[in-house]
């Protein structure tokens, strides 16, 4: 059972940069799509990002052109890139797998991003 770990979370200005990382347990190289979501304090849960097995990815309007996520399935590990970074981007953000053509999917237990002066 594939159990997922999220890293790189903190504190950072706006307009500065991190890189967050998902590292499972076990091997995603083939039958996951992943995903980073993010839950904001007194928001839903949101879709930030997602990459398909096969290395397709999507993101939320308000995301695009300053975030990317990556995988290196040797590593057992995806990526979220998070460049020009804004207050309103500030939340826990969580890694989930879903084996695909099945129902099966497991979550992280976060790491906090606040965009703070």
């Known amino acids: 059972q594939v159990q997922l770990v999220e890293s790189g979370g903190g504190l950072v200005q706006p307009g500065g940069s991190l890189r967050l990382s998902c590292t499972a347990s076990?091997?995603?190289?083939?039958?996951?799509?992943m995903a980073w979501y993010r839950r904001a304090p007194g928001k839903q849960r949101e879709l930030v990002a997602m990459?398909?097995?096969?290395?397709?990815?999507n993101y939320a309007e308000s995301v695009k052109g300053r975030f990317t996520v990556s995988r290196d399935n040797s590593k057992n590990t995806v990526y979220l890139q998070m460049n020009s970074l804004k207050p309103e981007d500030t939340a826990v953000y969580l890694c989930?797998?879903?084996?695909?053509?099945?129902?099966?999917?497991?979550w992280g237990q976060g790491t906090q991003v606040t965009v703070s002066s």
């Open positions: 076990g091997s995603i190289s083939s039958g996951f799509n």
């Open positions: 989930n797998a879903v084996r695909i053509l099945t129902t099966w999917s497991t």
């Open positions: 990459i398909t097995s096969g290395g397709s990815t």
